[in-house]
């Protein structure tokens, strides 16, 4: 089992069928929905799962994986594994083709007595089940916008447009994208963005658009990447305003969509017929060669309009039943300082896309905190906190219920406040005498949290100080401010941390500990640049002038020189760039590659940001500075204006954050960063907060890429895994742990550097390596490379998996139990099963298949070996499909060299969700 499915285990052990917490309603089966259903019911809450479509997994469900080469991140694969684990769920009830008819006054000490009907069909008539709840979680996700809308694009009477949902159903059906009026592959590929998003034109309201849908960059480009790899012919062209920048590594990735793709950054006007089927894109070019005013016009075969999120289409009746309001756009939106997963009444949260825009990975997150919320009222109330049975079957451990919290900003705040109320004690360690981050350092840089900059900042100012003062008051939470932790040895159950500060040292002991010590990044001011002083900044100096009331008359704001900034950074941009305009009359230009809005709010920051008269210049090329005479003479290409534009300017603030090291990264042996300087590394297997050791979670801006709202959540997600690990005060340790020969190792320390949990030390005493059958995650990496064999994993053992191989199989499969086999079962459930000639062998990860298992079955009469593991970025431990990969392309260049035929030996990586790419790999 991968990280997340052996943490889910624990889960189950502690509780699932003890009925321990009072049940919940949970209004959607897409994935926000599902992941809050199944991580309640981990904590033995009885679940009453409503659907009103005849099946569970809303738009996610419906969407294919998008790995090409390489993995992209889409997270379908881990949507998959929520909804195949929802129906296994005995604490779950399952009310699918079903809505909320109507909410009454609870009773037996519940809250609500929801009313539940069944959605009304010509074969059967209307039927209505009461149930009684204490809680109820409103998921009902999100409708993709109707294109018809705009009647520019002529969407309904062009055949080759189509949408990305189509699109996106066309790769995971048939592994294709093909043209609707004939089945042909198209050489010529455009991808519209920002259709239904960032707009006001196409909406009887102007206000109804001022949100960036969020996902529209990522699916697309994720799509692009993939038609690009499948199809090497086909040329790509993606219209755009701003690329947004999603997820971690996203600056690689970008880099590497610009090298394959063109990019033109301009919203196409019309769409017109072409010959043959092809459409005619009209748009006006941003080009300094074209001019102010140009037009220009392609053809190509196939155009993709990447459509935006609209509200939920029963939002409104549904806010009516819960007596709620919803925002202006029809979500059922969180805004301002505060913004965590509950509608101001009690008992009653929203989560996912119907909060606001946002992804699977940031749904499922928002679930988990949801889930926290929930489990945290219930220890508050009396009601016992659930989860508190004792584990049963599996041996147990006693473990320590403390936890430590390292970082005082508002993921660690709300994290120990939320661990707090779930009863453990919670050591919180701080670098900075006072708490609250960067949010409390700057208030007056996330205007995007209030409709004024004013309201933001006395908002932000005012939670902020209520959440500290919460923390500091709970009698369980010790606060050590400016201190900040030299080591930490120990794993889940049972960490040591040592802590110096206040003149001297101390040990803490905790079960679990959660890193939310920020972004681990800095200014990127030179040496010579500091020691100068006006007229270039950085953001704090900026905000150091602006709280002086000493603004200069004219000031630029440069970003993304170093690197293209995420959201963060560009919110507290807008924000100080907003209050230069508005407060002190300054002329203020904006200079950044690509504008991000990606987050709830933003948007709209940013329409005041030049409503307030800043000028925003997107660049092509980085602007060059130059410093005479106290002056800062700024050049910049502006294709807007078709020319080169050149300003002086009293001020230069340079607004990048640069990823720094963050000491974080080396307390522990074994950790493992993400790029960037992210605390979490990057696989999709450990989002939201799970990092690649067992017992320590990440939250808030020491992921990467996260911003206020987000840090809020994680703070909340991290404190129900935690719970989830250490709420009986006892673990559950499951059989299969790999085993050390001592006799036979010989202290190379291979198994302790490879080992991709952690989960190996070295025993002085026996001369050995060692693993701790806790942390071990049972994935047989350390076996298949112990260059002594002195390590084994049970019920993997050579021989059990020489016998497994069996007697002359033409082709035989070493199939990982978390992808290739999951997939292949999902092919046969689909009527495509694999030849008679295919011999499966089931591994736990491509990462135990060593060279001699290979041998074993060529050996065995296989003409043919595939090693069928992961996607290598997004293995379900981590690493192990690497691996196995490249032992196997070893492998197959030794063969050759010795006159076999190389190719009798493949590594390829799969997902659970393609059983259609399964099928065809080991049939061709």
């Not at 998921?139 to 809308?149: L, V």
């Not at 109320?421 to 919670?426: E, M, R, S, T």
């Not at 440069?558 to 002190?584: C, W």
Request: overall charge neutral; proline content about 5%.
């Amino acid at each position: 089992m991968g990280l997340n499915k052996a943490i889910q285990t624990a889960h189950r052990s502690q509780g699932a069928d003890s009925g321990s917490g009072k049940p919940v309603l949970v209004i959607g089966a897409g994935i926000a929905g599902a992941t809050a259903a199944l991580r309640l019911s981990e904590a033995g809450v009885p679940v009453y799962l409503v659907e009103k479509q005849p099946r569970i997994g809303g738009h996610a469900a419906r969407m294919g994986c998008k790995a090409s080469d390489t993995c992209v991140r889409c997270n379908v694969c881990v949507a998959d594994e929520i909804f195949r684990g929802v129906p296994q769920s005995p604490a779950i009830r399952l009310h699918t083709s079903t809505r909320l008819a109507r909410l009454e006054p609870g009773r037996d000490g519940l809250r609500y007595t929801a009313v539940l009907e069944s959605v009304p069909s010509p074969a059967g008539a209307r039927r209505e089940t009461a149930v009684g709840v204490d809680s109820i979680v409103v998921a009902i996700g999100y409708e993709p916008y109707d294109p018809t809308e705009n009647s520019a694009y002529h969407y309904a009477s062009l055949p080759n447009v189509i949408t990305g949902v189509e699109a996106e159903r066309q790769l995971a059906e048939q592994s294709a994208l093909t043209r609707p009026s004939d089945g042909a592959v198209p050489a010529r590929v455009a991808f519209v963005q920002c259709v239904g998003s960032r707009t006001e034109e196409i909406w009887r309201r102007p206000e109804d658009t001022d949100y960036c849908s969020t996902v529209c960059c990522a699916y697309a480009l994720r799509m692009a990447r993939q038609l690009t790899h499948r199809n090497p012919g086909s040329e790509v062209t993606v219209f755009y305003m701003d690329i947004q920048n999603f997820g971690k590594g996203f600056n690689a990735f970008f880099a590497d969509c610009r090298s394959r793709m063109r990019f033109i950054r301009s919203r196409p006007y019309e769409l017109q017929a072409g010959a043959d089927g092809a459409v005619r894109v009209c748009y006006a070019p941003e080009t300094a060669d074209a001019g102010a005013g140009a037009v220009a016009s392609e053809t190509f075969d196939l155009v993709v309009l990447s459509v935006g999120i609209r509200p939920p289409a029963d939002g409104r009746r549904l806010a009516d039943q819960l007596g709620v309001a919803m925002d202006p756009q029809g979500f059922f939106g969180l805004k301002g300082a505060g913004a965590l997963p509950d509608l101001q009444r009690k008992g009653l949260y929203v989560i996912g896309a119907a909060e606001s825009p946002k992804d699977i990975a940031g749904s499922m997150a928002q679930a988990e905190a949801a889930s926290a919320a929930i489990l945290s009222e219930a220890g508050e109330s009396g009601g016992g906190v659930a989860g508190a049975a004792e584990p049963a079957g599996a041996e147990t451990r006693a473990v320590c219920r403390d936890v430590a919290v390292l970082g005082g900003g508002v993921a660690g705040l709300q994290a120990a406040l939320a661990l707090s109320d779930l009863g453990h004690a919670v050591s919180l360690v701080h670098r900075d005498p006072a708490l609250g981050g960067t949010a409390a350092a700057r208030p007056e840089c996330y205007g995007y949290l209030g409709e004024t900059a004013e309201e933001a900042a006395d908002a932000l100012g005012t939670y902020l100080g209520e959440l500290t003062a919460a923390v500091q008051a709970r009698g369980n939470v010790t606060v050590h401010a400016g201190s900040r932790v030299e080591s930490v040895r120990g794993e889940l159950g049972d960490f040591t941390l040592r802590v110096s500060g206040g003149g001297g040292a101390t040990e803490l002991r905790a079960g679990a500990l959660v890193l939310a010590v920020g972004a681990g990044c800095a200014p990127i001011l030179t040496e010579a640049q500091r020691a100068g002083g006006p007229p270039i900044t950085d953001l704090a100096g900026l905000l150091a002038f602006i709280r002086a009331e000493d603004v200069p008359a004219r000031v630029a704001i440069l970003l993304d020189m170093a690197a293209e900034q995420g959201r963060a950074v560009y919110a507290q941009t807008f924000s100080a760039a907003e209050r230069l305009a508005t407060r002190f009359g300054a002329q203020v230009t904006l200079y950044g590659a690509n504008m991000r809005v990606a987050a709830a709010g933003l948007e709209r920051l940013y329409r005041r940001v030049r409503d307030a008269g800043v000028v925003p210049v997107r660049w092509a090329k980085k602007p060059t500075l130059a410093t005479a005479g106290g002056k800062v003479q700024i050049r910049c290409e502006d294709p807007v204006a078709g020319g080169v534009l050149s300003e002086e300017v009293d001020l230069a603030v340079l607004a990048d954050l640069a990823p720094a090291r963050n000491g974080e990264a080396g307390l522990m042996a074994g950790f493992r960063a993400g790029p960037e300087g992210a605390l979490q590394y990057d696989d999709v297997w450990l989002l939201p907060t799970l990092t690649n050791r067992p017992g320590v979670f990440v939250a808030g801006a020491a992921r990467g890429n996260s911003e206020y709202r987000e840090a809020l959540t994680d703070g909340l997600a991290a404190a129900r895994a935690v719970h989830g690990l250490l709420a009986t005060g006892r673990i559950a340790v499951a059989d299969g742990a790999a085993r050390v020969d001592a006799e036979k190792c010989v202290a190379c320390l291979t198994c302790l550097r490879i080992c991709p949990h952690g989960a190996i030390t070295f025993d002085v005493t026996e001369a050995a390596a060692s693993i701790s059958a806790v942390s071990c995650q049972r994935c047989g990496v350390c076996a298949a490379e112990c260059p002594a064999k002195a390590i084994t994993l049970p019920g993997f053992e050579d021989e059990q998996v020489a016998a497994a191989i069996g007697g002359k199989p033409r082709i035989t499969v070493f199939a990982c139990e978390n992808s290739a086999v999951p997939a292949c079962e999902a092919a046969a459930r689909a009527g495509k099963k694999c030849p008679r000639n295919v011999k499966l062998v089931r591994v736990p990860c491509a990462g135990r298949v060593d060279p001699q298992m290979i041998l074993t079955a060529l050996e065995q009469g296989a003409d043919k070996v595939f090693v069928a593991g992961c996607h290598p970025e997004s293995c379900q431990y981590l690493s192990g499909a690497s691996r196995g990969k490249r032992r196997a392309e070893q492998l197959s260049a030794s063969l050759a060299r010795a006159g076999v035929d190389a190719a009798r030996v493949e590594f390829f990586g799969v997902a659970a969700v393609e059983p259609n790419r399964f099928v065809e790999m080991v049939t061709s």
